[in-house]
Nanobody, 121 residues
Framework: QVQLVESGGGLVQPGGSLELSCAAS????????VDWYRQAPGKQRELVAT???????SYADSVKGRFTISRDNAKNTVYLEMARLEPEDSALYYC???????????????WGQGTQVTVSN
């Protein structure tokens, strides 16, 4: 099982910036897409951004132009740079990886424990 550990959350004022990190164990990291999701209280978990194994990226419309996702395969780490933060960005942010387990011969989902981002004065 791949382990994911997020860090970098915190309290920031509207208009501020934060950078989240997701560190992964295992050697399969570099060959798979990695996502950032978020979930606010009372709301469904939503996909925020994806970085693909070839470096391509995609974003939710609500964060385009403000968030940047990137990966460093040498460090088995994915980053989410968040700028011009808004109160609506407040949520628990999760890292996600879907990968094929050769030992189980099946696709598995791995989630981190989440890191809290709060945007408030």
């Amino acid at each position: 099982q791949v382990q994911l550990v997020e860090s970098g959350g915190g309290l920031v004022q509207p208009g501020g910036s934060l950078e989240l990190s997701c560190a992964a164990s295992g050697s399969i990291f570099s060959s798979n897409a990695v996502d950032w999701y978020r979930q606010a209280p009372g709301k469904q978990r939503e996909l925020v951004a994806t970085v693909f194994s070839n470096g391509g990226v995609s974003y939710a419309d609500s964060v385009k132009g403000r968030f940047t996702i990137s990966r460093d395969n040498a460090k088995n780490t994915v980053y989410l740079e968040m700028a011009r933060l808004e109160p609506e960005d407040s949520a628990l942010y999760y890292c996600h990886l879907n990968y094929f387990s050769s030992s189980r011969q099946s696709w598995l989902d791995s989630w981190g424990q989440g890191t809290q981002v709060t945007v408030s004065n």
